[in-house]
């Protein structure tokens, strides 16, 4: 879907759900009039225009511009562009006593060519993104909004860089977990151990691990993403059944197999994944947006027995941004079990205070309001 635009309205200087008055009723007004109504941005009482007091546009009313004087809390925003009648705006809205503070003049440079919704990258020249891919984004948020779990707290387990995860701290005194992609960094694993579980690590990538507590069990063998697989690649199903643990239940798993997690979610059954209280798993090639309805639906997968508790954003990887919100390749992400547990809502600002940044030379990656509904909701997608 490609939309013919020529001005923005200023929506960064607007907050949304405010009353505004357009000062100009020229093209400009119009554009800003045509882009509030299609997303339902702010109110618009009325606008101001002295050549076209009295008539309407979108059914809106025009009146003289001094009929602002009879409205206390509007905003006034200026939509003409001459910096000349700007300046004898300004000096009017003076003259009739209206705060600066509720005066907005910021006209954005026009733009004279056909564009879509607009990504900005960090490192990356610009480029316009589908509505397709623009509503893939809002559901993947949409999937990945966090609750609290009732009564519990979270805890960190391994050390304070990549590798590091925030659970709910709440452990067996025997359990068992699984791990899949260990690389050369245990520290999950041995704080897993010191609270009482055998920890099943698996990496068909390395040789074998060294002084890790005996309730560190290695295997060289890796997590199979596609039915047909080589001998170093095992469901998971299989290594229940291999280790006798078919049958159990109130178990853990982390999986970081750098972007296998996707083919594994689409084979693993849901039955499968109800097994384990607490999933901490690795979300890699994010920024991929033409895979993003297939990794969506692996999400959902998830989403039917488990809750997401805590989402991070780990700072080695790409990082987009839309309209200033960060929207990350790489993202840990800790579920709790539905019938494990129960949830509340909770508003949340990314990372948590117990996480640390992956990168510890790099600067950590902000989420702030993360469970707002309206978090990647771009602005400056209208229909003119």
């Known amino acids: 879907m490609q939309i013919a635009v020529a001005h923005y309205f200023p929506f960064r200087d607007v907050k949304c759900g405010s009353s505004v008055i357009l000062y100009g009723m020229g093209v400009i007004g119009r554009q800003y009039l045509s882009q509030l109504l299609a997303t339902k941005y702010c109110n618009v009482p009325f606008t101001v225009d002295q050549r076209r007091c009295g008539e309407t546009f979108m059914g809106i009313p025009i009146f003289n511009p001094e009929e602002i004087t009879n409205d206390e ?147 060289r063998i890796g997590l199979a993403d596609t039915v047909i697989h080589g001998d170093d690649l095992t469901e998971l199903d299989e290594l229940l059944s291999c280790n006798g643990h078919k049958e159990s239940s109130r178990m853990i798993l982390k999986i970081d197999i750098e972007g296998a997690e996707w083919g594994f979610l689409k084979m693993v059954s849901h039955q499968c994944l109800e097994k384990f209280d607490q999933i901490v798993l690795e979300l890699h090639g994010l920024c991929q947006l033409s895979t993003l309805d297939e990794k969506i639906q692996c999400l959902e997968k998830i989403n039917k027995g488990h809750q997401v508790i805590h989402v991070h954003p780990n700072n080695n990887g790409k990082v987009i941004y839309l309209e200033g919100k960060a929207y990350c390749d790489l993202l840990e992400v800790t579920y709790a079990n539905r019938n494990r547990y129960e949830f509340q809502e909770t508003r949340t600002r990314l990372p948590h205070e117990l996480d640390y940044p992956c990168l510890p030379n790099v600067e950590e990656v902000m989420l702030d309001d993360w469970n707002n509904p309206d978090y990647y909701l771009w602005r400056n997608y209208h229909e003119l």
């Open 73 to 219: 809390s509007s905003l006034i925003v200026v939509s003409v562009e001459s910096t000349f009648i700007q300046s004898e705006i300004l000096n009017q809205l003076q003259l009739w006593d209206i705060p600066e503070k509720r005066i907005v003049c910021n006209v954005e440079p026009y733009v004279p060519q056909v564009v879509s919704w607009v990504l900005q990258r960090a490192d990356v020249k610009c480029e316009e993104l589908a509505l397709k891919e623009y509503l893939a984004i809002q559901r993947f948020h949409s999937c990945l909004k966090t609750k609290n779990v009732v009564g519990k707290s979270l805890v960190r387990l391994g050390n304070n860089r990549d590798g590091g995860y925030l659970m709910v701290d709440d452990f067996d005194v025997e359990g068992i977990a699984y791990s899949f992609g260990i690389g050369t960094n245990v520290t999950w694993e041995e704080d897993i151990a010191d609270h009482g579980y055998d920890v099943y690590m698996y990496d068909h990538t390395i040789g074998g691990i060294c002084g890790v507590s005996e309730k560190c069990h290695f295997f």
